[in-house]
């Protein structure tokens, strides 16, 4: 059921840039319904990152941004630092599915 | 502040439920929807649906739809989340979360790990 599909895995040298892809389709991105940005550390519940696109809560850094176009949206982590080591998640409705759903979660790895 | 305070760890046999709580704290509990989420170990994250904290009214995941039900206590602050007929494909870690911004969750509780063996 995972209509939201994220690259297993992405790295990047620390203060590189590194972007995460959430790709759906016309029944969920595609269809104008909003998109949120979760990263998980080992063990902890998910932590709000991203919501409504590109929009980041207060106290996340502005080395984190979101995009979204057509039936696919992105996450971008710029001046990559140890502690952005963690698995990121997308998370979107789904009207085929008449309820939210996440992506398959990409593990950040930094060099 | 907001504040999610979940109970404990559980064991299950196959074939039983299990109820989780989430004490909500520091906002007015009947102003926002709690949703749940669990994640089996090593996996992605999973939707399971929404409860209104205000009405009661309640939306599941198709994928669980008839296996979870979804309460609320208001005068305890507390929401429930029962899951039956429990299998191994069970045992995850389950969180409870406030939405809000936009529908995203910005608040979440500890999580509850439910293992279910024999």
């Known amino acids: 059921q995972s209509v939201l599909t994220q690259p297993p895995s992405v790295s990047g040298a620390p203060g590189q840039r590194v972007t995460i892809s959430c790709t759906g389709s016309?029944?969920?991105?595609?269809?104008?319904?909003?998109v949120h940005w979760y990263q998980q550390l080992p063990g902890t519940a998910p932590k709000l990152l991203i919501y409504v696109n590109t929009n980041r809560p207060s106290g996340v850094p502005d080395r984190f941004s979101g995009s979204k176009s057509g039936t696919s949206a992105s996450l971008a982590i710029t001046g990559l630092q140890a502690e952005d080591e963690a698995d990121y998640y997308c998370q979107s409705y789904d009207s085929s599915l008449s309820g939210y759903v996440f992506g398959t979660g990409t593990k950040v790895t930094v060099l | 502040q907001v504040q999610f305070v979940q109970s404990g760890a559980e064991v299950k046999k196959p074939g039983a439920s299990v109820k989780v709580s989430c004490k909500a704290s520091g906002y007015t509990f009947t102003s926002h929807t709690i949703h749940w989420v669990r994640q089996a170990p090593g996996q992605r994250l999973e939707w399971l649906g929404w409860i209104s904290a205000g009405n009661g009214h309640t939306k599941y995941s198709q994928r669980f739809q008839g296996r979870v039900t979804l309460t609320r206590d208001t005068s305890a602050s507390t929401a429930y989340m029962e899951l039956s007929s429990l299998t191994s494909e069970d045992t995850a870690v389950y969180y409870c979360?406030?939405?809000?911004?936009?529908?995203?969750?910005?608040?979440w509780g500890q999580g509850t790990l439910v293992t279910v063996s024999s």
């Open positions: 979360a406030r939405e809000s911004l936009g529908g995203s969750s910005i608040y």
């Open positions: 016309s029944s969920n991105i595609g269809a104008n319904y909003d």
